[in-house]
């Protein structure tokens, strides 16, 4: 458990509380200084690094170079747009049915996976190019 601070409690208040999937350092930490006023990336990372050692999130690599953390919930995917970039929940897991044939196929048992789709999302599909 972290140690309790304004930062690392206002850091865990944002992940609980905002529906929001795949949080960046740099989102989590402008969030955290328009609440407090003031706070460091240095104490906006040790926070998240404990949560998600503890369980409480878990890390995603989109693909864009930028690691971001959610609230750990039952198993999904994620779709992110290419153009600006939202990231969006897939609400089932889409490959469970492939978990067998990829066993059949190299006889390993999967264990887990990580998935993430590229797309545009509707505001960026409906617009001009």
């Known amino acids: 458990m972290p140690r309790p601070s304004p930062v690392t409690d206002e850091v865990r208040r944002l992940l609980e509380t905002h529906q929001r999937h795949a949080w960046s350092i740099d989102e989590l930490l402008a ?6 006023g003031s706070a460091d990336y240095s104490s906006v990372f040790r926070a998240l690094s404990v949560f ?13 170079g930028r690691a971001r953390f959610e609230i750990r919930e039952d198993h999904h ?12 929940e897939v609400p089932v897991c889409v490959l469970d049915d492939a ?9 390993f048992k999967v264990t887990s996976h990580r998935v993430v789709f590229g797309g545009l999302c509707r505001e960026c599909a409906g617009a001009k190019s």
């Open 31 to 36: 969030s955290v200084r328009s609440s407090l």
């Open 52 to 64: 998600e050692r503890e369980g409480m999130l878990d890390r995603i690599d989109l693909g864009d």
């Open 77 to 88: 995917e994620h779709i992110r747009c290419e153009r600006c970039g939202r990231v969006e």
């Open 99 to 107: 978990s067998a044939q990829v066993h059949s196929l190299t006889g």
